[in-house]
């Protein structure tokens, strides 16, 4: 008893020099009679002493230090309504709010500052996309719009290493804090269900939002901020897709749109024939989708484009099929969808079979041969695969399914 009563003690003593160290930092107000108040009234609760600091620095930032002192006292002590006054009444701009927090909460890689400004402004004023005048203070000025927006829950943290400023929540509580009680649909009432698939659909449709300004035109040059959002946009917009999708949220009209449209994502597309060299992206373009989705695992997407007709056997360059891009990478579940899908198993003579084999996925195998697979296409190439990466399991289980052992002897006799 004895023990936790002083590891409960040490926590609050830890938490309230976070407190006192927060209020030193970013309180602009140096009266110190105001600060041990204002210490006092938090009674151990960071985040409401996070959320007042904001409404003091704007009484103090319009010039009525003497009004702090008033707001201090009016304050409400219970932390749930210091929320809602200051992110949902007195917020002129809560959907940037809604939206630079969303990024915070859900983003799939660390972001860089300027990226989450270009991120936001992505989805509530798309004419700022275009070009512009970059102001020599632009990352004090971005710096200013994170703390301010965010109402001070998200930071801008510098990494000298790198030599790169990111964001971060101000306190690891802020988080749960955020995602508990309903928080963000206080702020927008249709998040009240299935909140985190529909911020991860709003996520999307400002990557998308971001990619259809750059098109299929990589030239000219770029602030470096928008290239940070683009890089990431390119390269998540199919993730946060198939979160949304999983989750009931239909991507159909994205789809439809990458599937009809030659745009600019990401160097991990392999595709050779429409790899630009100079700027490191594949212009991707409909004949892409289906074969990448698959080789990337998104299956949901998958199942959207099935729905949608999409031509299940097209063949992408380097990919091949989807399926034989399934059965590369042994993803037993994706494999399943796509002969479910109707996709042949077959197709291209058989490569799904030969790369399932090369690669030792013995479940696909298994799944491939039950759908009907020819053991002996391309002249008996599966098992000549297996043969030469040694796997022996797949050897047996061709063999005892029917694959003709000479293809390895007359394979042999060709290299010699």
Not at 355 to 383: K, P
Request: net charge neutral.
């Amino acid at each position: 008893m004895r023990k936790s009563l002083n590891l409960e003690l040490e926590v609050q003593s830890g938490h309230d020099r976070d407190i006192d160290m927060y209020i030193e930092a970013n309180l602009r107000i140096t009266d110190g009679k105001i600060k041990t108040d204002l210490y006092k009234k938090a009674d151990h609760v960071f985040l409401w002493v996070v959320l007042v600091v904001e409404m003091l620095n704007v009484a103090y930032d319009e010039g009525r230090e003497w009004a702090a002192r008033k707001k201090l006292d009016q304050v409400p002590s219970d932390l749930e309504k210091v929320f809602q006054i200051l992110l949902e009444k007195d917020n002129q701009h809560k959907e940037e709010t809604l939206l630079l927090l969303q990024w915070t909460l859900f983003a799939r890689t660390r972001l860089s500052s300027e990226a989450v400004y270009f991120a936001t402004l992505a989805g509530t004023s798309q004419e700022d996309l275009e070009p512009w005048d970059q102001p020599a203070d632009r990352g004090k000025l971005i710096r200013r719009y994170i703390t301010s927006t965010s109402k001070g829950l998200v930071e801008v943290i510098h990494d000298a290493l790198n030599n790169l400023s990111y964001v971060q929540f101000i306190h690891l509580s802020v988080k749960e804090f955020l995602l508990r009680n309903k928080r963000l649909a206080r702020m927008d009432p249709s998040l009240e269900t299935n909140t985190v698939a529909k911020c991860h659909h709003r996520l999307a449709a400002c990557c998308a939002s971001r990619i259809k300004v750059t098109g299929s035109s990589l030239s000219g040059p770029t602030p470096p901020g928008k290239q940070s959002f683009f890089q990431y946009a390119s390269r998540n917009l199919l993730e946060h897709a198939e979160i949304a999708q999983a989750n009931g949220i239909s991507q159909e009209i994205l789809l439809g749109w990458l599937l009809q449209r030659k745009v600019a994502l990401d160097q991990k597309i392999q595709a050779r024939e429409n790899f630009d060299y100079e700027s490191g992206y594949a212009l991707f373009n409909g004949t892409l989708l289906l074969p990448h989705l698959a080789h990337n695992g998104f299956t949901a997407l998958v199942a959207c484009c099935a729905r949608m007709d999409v031509e299940i056997d097209a063949e992408a360059p380097y990919y091949g099929t989807a399926l034989e891009a399934a059965s590369r990478r042994g993803n037993v579940e994706m494999v399943k969808l796509l002969l479910e899908s109707g996709a042949d198993v077959n197709a291209r003579d058989g490569v799904a079979l030969v790369e399932a084999s090369r690669w030792g996925h013995l479940d696909v195998l298994r799944l491939l041969i039950e759908q009907g697979a020819d053991l002996n296409a391309r002249n008996g190439m599966a098992l000549v695969e297996a043969s030469a990466n040694s796997r022996m399991d797949v050897l047996r289980l061709l063999i005892r399914r029917g694959a003709k052992i000479n293809a390895i002897e007359r394979h042999s006799l060709e290299l010699q």
